[in-house]
């Protein structure tokens, strides 16, 4: 079975710094991969996902994410975090023909401070 | 525009007692997912449906578990009995299908916190 790793359980960071949260999985196919957020007191939502075509993938609030398929990585970047983007994001992989679940990373909590 | 509604949000109970858990997805969504969230192990996928009918429910840990969708505005998540170990954060999620396939969004509820003494 597929599985999904994330390295950096916490993460401290101050405003302005740039952001890269790792994600590996572990699986030989064909994956759609996607990074999700959960903002404190609010629900997990989509922050991105690739399917196919650039690698280079690029979502809200300044996010973006490199699909690299050599190193089985998928990780998130941003240039300039701020205080908002304190939050918990989970990477997330799901198998081409594997039906239709994602399998979760354990999840990094980013905090950023001012 | 309402998301997914779950309740209750917080349930403490005493171990063997029947916990249920209820999810109302969003209308027009014909996926509907139920997640366990623990420290130990992140989010794991317990069961999904597909137009109400179980997908695949290799996720459900044990016969203790176990899951219906009677209808497409509802889903329950029973455990009977409970016991300290299913203490977790349950998340329902929905999704649809598009004309290109599923595209993987899932829309989450704020999630059941259920502590078993």
């Known amino acids: 079975a597929q599985s999904v790793s994330q390295h950096n359980h916490h993460v401290i960071l101050s405003e302005a710094a740039s952001l890269e949260l790792g994600c590996n999985y572990s699986y030989g196919g064909t994956v759609n991969l996607f990074w999700y957020v959960q903002y404190p007191g609010q629900h997990l939502q989509l922050l991105l996902k690739y399917f196919s075509g650039d690698p280079l993938v690029k979502g809200i609030k300044g996010f973006e994410a490199e699909f690299i398929k050599s190193k089985f990585s998928f990780n998130l970047r941003k240039p300039s975090v701020q205080w908002s983007d304190t939050a918990e994001y989970f990477c997330?992989?799901?198998?081409?023909?594997?039906?239709?679940?994602?399998?979760f990373g354990t999840g990094t909590q980013l905090k950023v401070e001012l | 525009d309402a998301g997914v509604i779950q309740s209750p949000r917080h349930e403490v109970t005493e171990m063997g007692q029947e916990v249920t858990l209820r999810c109302k997805p969003i209308?027009?969504?014909?996926?509907l997912f139920w997640y366990r969230q623990t420290m130990m192990r992140g989010l794991e996928l317990l069961i999904y449906f597909n137009n109400n009918v179980p997908i695949d429910d290799s996720g459900m840990p044990e016969d203790r578990f176990s899951a219906k969708m009677p209808n497409a505005s509802f889903s329950t998540l029973k455990i009977q009995p409970s016991e300290p170990r299913d203490s977790a954060v349950y998340f329902c999620?929905?999704?649809?299908?598009?004309?290109?396939?599923?595209?993987?969004?899932?829309?989450f509820g704020e999630g059941s916190r259920l502590t078993v003494l």
């Open positions: 999620a929905s999704s649809f299908r598009t004309s290109g396939g599923w595209g993987g969004e899932l829309f």
């Open positions: 997330a992989v799901m198998v081409t023909g594997g039906g239709n679940k994602l399998t």
């Open positions: 209308s027009g969504h014909d996926y």
